[in-house]
């Protein structure tokens, strides 16, 4: 068991890894991602851990006991979806709904198939997410909105009422005066890894 300390103004990391890999033809999160050399998971275990994010929180499916064992070597903690064919968002309040505590000040979402995320974009976000006028920061590369995506304390409570057919994004949309989007240098945090085709043009290696 991982046991996390809760630290005051403390942001959790909820990595969503509950979808069923169908287009990739393997699990996504077990697969490698090449420039750190760990997996999917392991890597953005890592970089939020390295960026002071706690707790880290994985989201699978139930019985995934190959994901649930990386996810404890690499310094998580896994958390099972009962509802995982509801969709993503359904993974997010799983996450939301463990890290929950009074001094919970964001959570940082982060999809398992967008593994080209550093260190170094999880800190910008955070660093803009200090604005009190702040509810919601996402990266950006050239002026495409992408992920992680850091959700404020004001928001919990409309993402915890989130229509499961429309996610997450319904609150994103719902006041585009709250959102910031964050110009960050590194074309990862718009890539969304997929097929084993999007693996290639990722990594410029087959599967």
Known sequence: MVLFAYNSAMTAALILAAGRSSRMG????????????????GHLIRVAA??????????????DLELASEVVRSGGAFLVNPDAERGQVSSLLTGLAAALSPELEAVMVMPVDVPLVSTAVLRTLLKA??????????????????????????????LQAADP???????????????TDVEVGEAGVTLDLDTPADYLRAFGRRL
């Open 50 to 63: 390295a960026a002071g994010l706690s707790p880290i929180f994985v989201i699978g499916r139930s019985g």
């Open 129 to 158: 997410g200090e604005r009190a006028d702040v509810q919601i920061v996402r990266a950006a590369h050239r002026g495409i909105h992408g992920h992680p995506v850091l959700f404020k304390r004001a928001v919990f409570d409309e």
């Open 26 to 41: 393997r699990p996504k999160p077990l697969l490698r991602q090449i420039q750190s050399g760990h997996t999917f998971v």
């Open 165 to 179: 057919d429309v996610g997450a994004r319904g609150v994103v949309h719902a006041d585009p005066s709250r959102v």
